[in-house]
């Protein structure tokens, strides 16, 4: 008993089981971290990913355009399931509210497909378990499905795949941005003589240029 008492009496003995106690506490911190460490990671990908979206919307640059998509660089596999989610999506979802129709055509106007895109997110966006919130629905009843509605019906009024056809109005190429060619030579102008000076005037070949263009948008 009295060697017992020794050794609990040992100073080293004391510093040792000090030493024990203080390492347990840190493991027990350190667990503790880990698990909130982990939860964030969970957190942080729910919320790169709305439930139930497949990712819609976003990679790892943050969120998509359906336009900015399109082209040469663009990516055919990843279109194709970006426009399978869009299908399944207006099916269960934008089809069942009143006023909410689809021309034949939509597919071919890009603009409506890229209007649909972000409802779609949107709607991902306010029903997210981590991110969501019923202010965020009631905006997208409220504001967002009236408003795409509204667009669509004016993008497209009653087009039908029929108008589509070559030849047809609806059949022509999209607008081309206007004397592009020019943008270089502008921008030189507008940093050498500052914000305080008019702009350079046209010359002939623009005024050419923009006549052509200004014609042809009469006529479209």
Not at 96 to 122: D, K, M
Not at 155 to 162: I, N, P, R, S, T
């Amino acid at each position: 008993m009295a060697a017992a008492d020794e050794q609990a009496s040992d100073p080293q003995v004391i510093a040792l089981g000090r030493t024990v106690e203080r390492t347990a506490r840190r493991v027990g911190d350190l667990d503790t971290l880990l698990a909130q460490l982990a939860a964030d990671v969970t957190a942080l990908a729910r919320a790169r990913t709305p439930a139930g979206s497949g990712g819609v919307g976003e990679d790892e640059r943050g969120v998509r355009s359906w336009l900015l998509g399109a082209g040469p660089d663009g990516d055919p596999e990843q279109a194709r399931a970006d426009l399978g989610d869009l299908v399944g999506w207006l099916g269960r979802v934008f089809l069942r509210y009143p006023g909410a129709v689809l021309p034949s055509c939509w597919l071919w106007h890009p603009a409506v497909v890229e209007e649909l895109w972000w409802l779609r997110g949107a709607h991902a966006d306010a029903y997210d378990p981590e991110a969501g919130s019923w202010l965020r629905v009631g905006d997208w009843h409220d504001r967002q499905l009236p408003g795409v509605l509204r667009r669509l019906t004016t993008a497209v009024g009653g087009c039908e795949l029929a108008l589509h056809i070559e030849g047809a109005e609806a059949a022509r190429p999209p607008a081309v941005v206007p004397l592009a060619g020019y943008a270089d030579a502008l921008a030189d102008s507008w940093i050498s003589a500052g914000a305080t000076h008019a702009p350079p005037a046209p010359n002939g070949a623009q005024l050419d240029e923009a006549q052509r263009h200004d014609r042809a948008q009469h006529h479209r």
